[in-house]
């Protein structure tokens, strides 16, 4: 496993300089801290570079939820990839990037979740607008950061045939999965591997605390080491009264 990322590390350092051309069309869309920052580097090494948008939903514009837009026409001649991540796993992460990253929040854990700025409803309501506008795009497709950790091969199999790139073997894809995977990404972190292409935007606030990291945990299903019990009910209530597209209603914590 060392020979092959030494051998893909070598092989990536060599392609920074992009072809926009293919892909120029497609936008890659989530809310903060739904894990694109993973499928970003993966398809930057398969020469592929998209935009990216929060589309209104980043955190230094504190935009309550119930201002957010419904209104997607600029996508309408776009392929959009919608990324979307476990709503409570996405909150805590956001909080932490937040906090010690940003430094703009000074609240609890409890304050964020309940914030209407930059807790659980923005997000609830942030996707159920976009499925609401899923056939203003030319083509939209759902990635879900769950899949990508349960079945990444055969999830980025299914991106690489929606954007058409029908030349991006399995092994390839496995080779640049197997580099990228959580641990290597956050060695690669601390190591600086990533400044070249993405500036401070991929680098750790304090290489010796872990939850300044743009890679912290990545766990799916992580918001369980970090949230009260009242918290997790709260979040659990919410979800039955917003009922998300992409995630099911969670019956228990």
């Known amino acids: ?24 069309d497609v936008v890659v869309v989530s809310y903060p801290k739904s894990g694109r920052t993973w499928l970003r580097v993966m398809l930057n ?14 955190h230094g514009l504190a935009t309550p939820h119930h201002q957010l837009s419904t209104d997607k026409s600029p996508f309408q001649n776009n392929r959009v990839v919608f990324m979307v991540r476990d ?47 899923r056939s203003v795009p030319n083509d939209f497709t759902v990635v879900r950061y769950e899949d990508l950790h349960e079945a990444p ?6 991106l690489m045939d929606f954007l ?9 894809l496995q080779g640049v999965i197997d580099f990228y995977q959580f641990n290597n990404m956050q060695k ?10 993405f500036k401070g935007v991929l680098a750790p606030k304090d290489a010796n605390d ?16 970090n949230m009260s019990g009242e918290d997790a009910a709260f979040c659990r209530e919410i979800m039955q009264n917003r009922p998300n597209p992409f995630y099911p209603i969670p019956a228990s914590y």
């Not at 496993?1 to 120029?24: D, E, S, V, W």
């Not at 090494?45 to 980043?58: E, K, M, R, W």
């Not at 091969?153 to 299914?158: A, E, G, P, V, Y």
């Open 87 to 133: 709503p409570r796993d996405t909150v805590v992460s956001a909080y932490f990037q937040v906090t010690k990253r940003h430094q703009t929040f000074d609240g609890s854990l409890s304050d964020f979740i309940r914030d209407e700025r930059f807790g659980i409803e923005k997000i609830l309501r942030f996707h159920q607008i976009w499925h609401e506008n």
């Open 164 to 172: 058409g790139r029908k030349n991006a073997t399995d092994q390839k």
């Open 188 to 197: 690669l972190e601390r190591e600086g591997y990533f400044k070249k292409t």
């Open 210 to 225: 872990p939850n300044t990291y743009k890679t912290r945990k990545g766990k799916v299903g992580g918001y369980r080491e």
């Open 1 to 24: 496993m060392n020979q092959l990322f030494a051998t893909l590390k070598q092989g990536i350092r060599k392609r920074y300089n992009r072809n926009f051309g293919p892909y120029r």
């Open 45 to 58: 090494d398969l020469n592929i570079v998209p935009t990216y948008s929060h589309d209104g939903t980043q």
């Open 153 to 158: 091969l055969k999830t980025m199999r299914s």
